[in-house]
């Protein structure tokens, strides 16, 4: 038979399913819906094997769910908008939309030959004007609703780049783009109302049965519900108009050990302090300087500023407590000031140790006192023994302790229970050319004025020749463009400035599975279309977006019901959620003559066992060179290897186990190589087979082969049987193994278990190969091997399936079923064991006699050759499991 060509076979059935329309999603009230969708890409120029396995994935589904009678959506789109694409141009020159549109193409180039089941006629990136212009009506819309408000608020601020940073865009206190050191400042910022929401997206994910727990644990805890208490301590020499310092605490069991009071730089009492005063407004300014993330502040040197002030004790009077300005505390948590427990708070026992402070115990453990070496922190709930109670002896910490301590305080008209959430609003302004705009205008007359939704989009201005835009520039371009700022107000006509703020970037993918229902919509969503096609039936993508970007979509789908864009079915968008391991690969290097690392590509690379100790080595194939490398450090026995098969440049490597691809340290692998070498089929085999697809796996060229190698002879197998003709025997043991492979395939890929579907596979390979059944019974067992193939492998399974003789495609094929009856065991096979070490196996009834098994197992040409004509020392036949015969 002709030779097995992958890009061949895929050219060809790419095609075919091309003309065919075979991916097209098409509303069909007739059949159910299946809606596969996965997270989408970053236009960044290049696909990785990262992305191979998290799209093989949702093929598998799709190509399943079609296969099953279901109509099915699968699209693919960009995730378009944010910085790189504008750093690039900072960096290159030229246009971030031209940047990003050449990326999109070069990406599409690169996966559409893994033979996809996409809808590409629904694809769309977030930059086009189509959607964001979409965006922009739906703003309109939440700012009518309530759901968005403008307020002041402190934010990361880059010096440098003149622009806010998100908080994950701040490194180490720095900005992850200049290196600048980032402050804290004030700014008129655009706000989601998120936290109204806050205990109705934290209850529902009680519902989320098929959504991961560590997901679910990691939004519970990013959404933070806790009670506590809310109370005042009255001040001494403070202020006119602050005669009460409120105070919200998740402790108030430790009321009694309070040592000092806290209050942020930005607490009115410090604004009204460090007007009048310049030493508090350098402090506060120095405070300022330092990042707002929980990491920076936690990890930051704790400094506090004595003002001078004093409160009361609410249960004594005659107790004051200082006030402190201190750069740990921030303004959008609470009421921006806290009480310092030195002696049950590690980060306040630091602060009372720094500035000589009391550390005052409220509990001890029970087996003897703490000591001041660090701050006691009993577990949630623990016995200790009170030595400062409110009411004598409480006996318990955690949950019991806060619920007592709130009962009497609140007995005792000091403050009252408060439930609260550490979940903030989400603030969505970014000081950004390459964003959605956000369509108001300002105007001296009728102040914030929303865009007409006539007027949408409000397109960002492009590079005309006319107004180039220099991006090199540090700031805002649109703050800079000499007409695009300037127009008329739409509420009065008179001269107006639009907004120069564009969207957080979590806004675009906050809301894409809804558009995808219909992308071409002259409204966000079509009321049918989303009717029928949401929710995502099956959600897939990497667990780095475990708490943003699927909290924001949450909310997202909640506003998009209250304003009307989407049924109120799909408040949770999101039935089910998996979260893929990674696709790891050795880094490779060498290093200069400063010791630095110097990365190299797997493909320059060529592995090899040494001929002089038997050990794995890795040298630099020819022409590959490596700066200011030595050769004497090269040892002998690599170069005895390189000079004998004349391929390397002798240059040995250090090798670093599997890590995540990286593109900076080099050791990633381009899936478009691996498709010309081998074949799209052969790199989707590989990515399913290797490890449970929530783990990492491993790229390797040897893996790599050995799937070849193995869908080659499965090809090969094919051949012969198209050719075979006859009567065989073994026709029913080998529709069995069908029917059984049938079964655990379908349970596999159900329970996305694909690792264990494709183990199935390579049995049911193995079995046709070897089964000596007729010619009509391996054709028909073939067609169903390249059936549940089809969604692993689907360019090689319509060859099979074309050259055996199957109807049509096989995509459209109906998905096999397993017949119960087949997989009843009628028969069982026991292993024989002479003196424990397996000798021989015989098939017996499932429900044959034990006396009878032993005439069998006498009878076993093994065992009759053992024994010599004499008689077993012993013949113990455990039932159903394994025949020990001792002579």
């Known amino acids: 038979m002709s030779r097995f060509e992958p890009s061949t076979i895929e050219s060809k059935w790419q095609t075919a399913w091309e003309q065919a329309g075979t991916f097209t999603a098409t509303r069909d009230p007739a059949k159910d819906k299946y809606y596969v969708l996965e997270m989408f890409p970053y236009p960044s120029g290049r696909i990785h094997m990262g992305h191979v396995r998290n799209y093989t994935m949702g093929d598998v589904i799709a190509r399943y769910k079609m296969s099953c009678g279901f109509s099915v959506l699968h699209p693919m789109g960009w995730d378009a908008f944010g910085m790189p694409a504008e750093n690039a141009a900072m960096e290159r020159g030229g246009h971030p939309k031209d940047w990003t549109y050449g ?36 703003f309109i819309d939440m700012l009518h609703a309530g759901l968005v408000y403008r307020k002041n608020a402190i934010v990361n601020w880059d010096p440098v780049d003149m622009t806010v940073l998100a908080n994950e865009q701040v490194e180490d206190g720095r900005g992850w783009r200049s290196g600048a050191l980032v402050e804290r400042r004030e700014l008129t910022q655009w706000f989601f109302k998120i936290s109204d929401f806050s205990e109705e997206l934290l209850s529902a994910l009680d519902g989320l049965d098929n959504w991961p727990e560590k997901v679910k644990l990691m939004q519970r805890n990013w959404i933070g519900k806790s009670r506590g208490l809310e109370f005042a301590f009255g001040t001494v020499d403070a202020p006119e108009g602050f005669d009460r310092i409120e105070v919200y605490t998740t402790r108030p069991d430790t009321l009694m050990g309070a040592s000092f009071v806290g209050i942020s730089p930005d607490h009115p009492l410090a604004k009204q302090l460090e007007s009048h005063d310049d030493k508090v407004a350098a402090f506060c300014a120095e405070c300022r300087k330092g990042g707002t993330t929980e990491e920076a502040i936690e990890t930051a040197e704790k400094l506090g500023y004595d003002t001078g002030i004093k409160v009361r004790h609410p249960f004594d009077t005659s107790w004051e407590l200082p006030v402190y300005i201190a750069n740990f505390i921030l303004m959008d948590y609470g009421t921006g000031a806290i009480f310092g427990c030195p002696a049950h708070d590690q ?21 003897g006192a703490s000591g001041l070496t660090e701050a006691f922190v009993p577990l949630k709930s623990e016995t200790v023994r009170y030595v400062r109670g409110f009411a004598g002896e409480q006996v318990q910490t955690g949950e019991a302790g806060v619920n007592s301590a ?10 009252h229970g408060v439930t609260k959430f550490r979940l903030r609003d989400w603030g969505l302004s970014r000081q950004r050319y390459w964003g959605c705009p956000i369509p108001v205008v300002h105007c001296e007359d009728c102040g ?21 835009i220099d991006f090199a520039v540090p700031g805002n371009p649109l703050d800079r463009h000499p007409t695009w700022r300037d127009c008329a107000c ?57 708490i943003l970007h699927l909290l924001y979509s949450r909310f997202f789908a909640r506003a998009m019901q209250i304003t009307g864009h989407l049924p109120k079915k799909a408040v949770e968008p999101f039935d089910a959620l998996f979260t893929q391991g990674m696709v790891t690969h050795e880094i490779y290097l060498t290093r200069d003559e400063n010791g630095r690392p110097v990365y190299h590509l797997p493909e320059t690379i060529l592995e090899y066992t040494s001929n002089v100790d038997g050990k794995k080595k890795a040298v630099l194939k020819l022409g590959v060179t490596r700066a200011n490398m030595d050769p004497k450090t090269v040892s002998a026995d690599v170069l005895t290897e390189a000079s004998r098969q004349g391929l390397f440049d002798g240059y040995e490597v250090e090798t670093i186990p599997s890590a995540k691809m990286s593109k900076s340290k080099k ?25 449970p697809p929530e783990r990492d796996v491993e790229w390797t060229a040897s893996g790599a082969e050995a799937a070849y190698k193995h869908l080659g002879r499965v090809w090969r197998v094919a051949g012969d049987i198209a050719t075979q003709e006859g009567a065989g025997k073994g026709d029913e043991e080998l529709t069995r193994t069908v029917h059984k492979a049938i079964h655990d395939v379908t349970m596999g890929i159900e329970s996305f278990g694909f690792n264990a579907a494709v183990a199935k596979l390579y049995g049911l390979a193995n079995a046709i190969q070897k089964s000596k059944a007729g010619a009509d019974a391996r054709r028909d067992a073939m067609k169903v091997l390249a059936q549940l193939m089809s969604p692993m492998t689907p360019h090689l399974s319509e060859e099979i399936w074309s050259m055996l003789g199957g109807e049509g495609l096989v995509i459209d094929a109906p998905w096999p079923k397993a017949d119960p009856k087949m997989l009843v065991e009628d028969t069982v096979t026991l292993p024989i064991q002479i003196n424990g070490k397996r000798k021989a196996e015989i098939s017996v009834a499932k429900d044959l006699p034990k006396e009878e098994v032993e005439k069998l197992a006498l009878a076993n040409d093994a065992v009759v050759k053992a024994l010599a004509g004499g008689q077993p020392k012993k013949l113990i036949v455990v039932p159903g499991r394994i025949i020990n015969v001792v002579i």
């Not at 009372?352 to 009391?358: G, I, Q, R, V």
């Not at 709130?406 to 403050?415: A, K, R, W």
């Not at 001269?495 to 809804?514: G, H, I, L, Q």
């Not at 995808?516 to 966000?524: G, L, Q, S």
């Open 103 to 138: 990326n999109i193409a070069d990406m599409r180039d690169q996966m559409k030959p893994l033979g996809l089941s996409i809808d590409w006629s629904r694809e769309f990136a977030t930059c086009d004007p189509e959607y964001y212009g979409q965006q922009q009506a739906m």
């Open 406 to 415: 709130i009962d009497f305080c609140e007995e005792n008209g000091v403050g």
């Open 667 to 691: 050791n990633v692998v381009d899936p478009v190589n691996i498709i010309q070498a081998f074949g799209a089929d052969t790199a989707r085999w590989f990515v399913l087979s290797d490890s």
């Open 490 to 546: 739409p509420s009065c006509g008179k001269p107006a400035k639009r907004e120069t703020d564009t969207m957080d970037t979590f806004v675009d993918s906050s809301w894409y599975y809804a558009r995808f229902t219909a992308p071409r919509a002259e409204t966000p969503t079509n009321a049918e279309d989303a009717e029928y096609w949401m929710n995502v039936d099956q959600y897939i993508g990497g667990i780095e977006h475990a």
């Open 448 to 468: 914030v004025v929303p865009e007409k939704k006539e007027n949408l989009p409000v397109e960002l201005p492009y590079d005309n020749g006319n107004e180039p």
């Open 347 to 367: 980060r306040d026992f630091e602060f009372a140790t720094k500035y000589d402070l009391p550390i005052t115990p409220v509990f001890e453990p029970t087996d």
